[in-house]
């Protein structure tokens, strides 16, 4: 099963689902509202990329008050086989967050990775990302958590600084209330 292919075949939907057009119209107006979107700016396509992923995963639908992957698996993916709805069955149940890669294999095409928060480990097929990403890596990224193979939804943004550094800086308010900081 060519999970990229599927991916695309979801996206193409939603791109030119009239219903889904509106709501991604209405998202961006969600979206951008405090923000003004210049897509002359360095990063706009690591927002570009956090908008679909949202979007796509996450905004439930203001029509069918499901997200428009959710949809999809409903509208867009008549007469598929079963394996390929099961995919699409599972992108209700993506895992969306900051990861810390623990290693990495070129060989294999395979990265493991770890929540920030110590909410899980994956080991994800991801051929190219492989080949860059070193141990202490963070990512910001969302997994398909796939029983056989994990994979990444394509979007993924590498973050500067290693894990260590992004704990001290996303606990530094806490650690003066009182918390402990524990790495």
Same mark, same amino acid.
């Given at each position: 099963?060519? &999970?990229?292919?599927?991916?695309d075949k979801m996206?193409?939907?939603?791109?030119?689902?009239?219903?889904?057009?509106?709501?991604?119209?209405?998202?961006g107006g969600e979206?951008?509202?405090?923000?003004? +979107?210049?897509?002359?700016?360095?990063?706009?396509?690591?927002?570009?990329?956090?908008?679909?992923?949202?979007?796509?995963?996450?905004?439930?639908? &203001?029509? +069918?008050?499901k997200t428009p992957?959710?949809?999809?698996?409903? +509208?867009?993916?008549?007469? !598929?086989?079963?394996?390929?709805?099961?995919?699409?069955?599972?992108?209700?149940?993506?895992?969306?967050?900051?990861?810390?890669?623990?290693?990495?294999?070129?060989?294999?095409?395979? %990265?493991?990775?770890?929540?920030?928060?110590?909410?899980?480990?994956?080991?994800?097929?991801? %051929? !190219?990302?492989?080949?860059?990403?070193?141990?202490?890596? %963070? !990512?910001?990224?969302?997994?398909?958590?796939?029983?056989?193979?994990?994979?990444? &939804?394509?979007?993924?943004?590498?973050?500067?600084?290693?894990?260590?550094?992004?704990?001290?800086?996303?606990?530094?308010?806490?650690?003066?209330?009182?918390?402990?900081?524990?790495?």
């Amino acid at each position: 099963m060519n &999970t990229r292919k599927l991916l695309d075949k979801m996206r193409g939907w939603i791109e030119h689902d009239p219903v889904m057009k509106l709501e991604a119209l209405e998202a961006g107006g969600e979206f951008f509202a405090f923000h003004d +979107y210049d897509s002359a700016l360095p990063d706009r396509k690591t927002l570009a990329g956090l908008f679909v992923e949202w979007f796509t995963y996450d905004r439930k639908t &203001t029509r +069918y008050l499901k997200t428009p992957a959710e949809v999809f698996l409903r +509208y867009g993916a008549r007469g !598929l086989k079963k394996a390929e709805k099961e995919f699409y069955a599972a992108l209700a149940r993506t895992v969306f967050g900051m990861f810390e890669v623990v290693s990495s294999d070129a060989e294999a095409g395979l %990265v493991r990775v770890r929540r920030l928060d110590g909410e899980g480990e994956w080991t994800v097929l991801d %051929v !190219l990302g492989s080949r860059g990403m070193k141990a202490g890596n %963070v !990512l910001f990224a969302r997994i398909i958590a796939l029983a056989d193979q994990p994979v990444f &939804t394509g979007w993924v943004a590498g973050l500067p600084g290693g894990a260590r550094e992004i704990r001290e800086t996303m606990l530094r308010p806490r650690v003066g209330a009182g918390m402990r900081l524990i790495i």
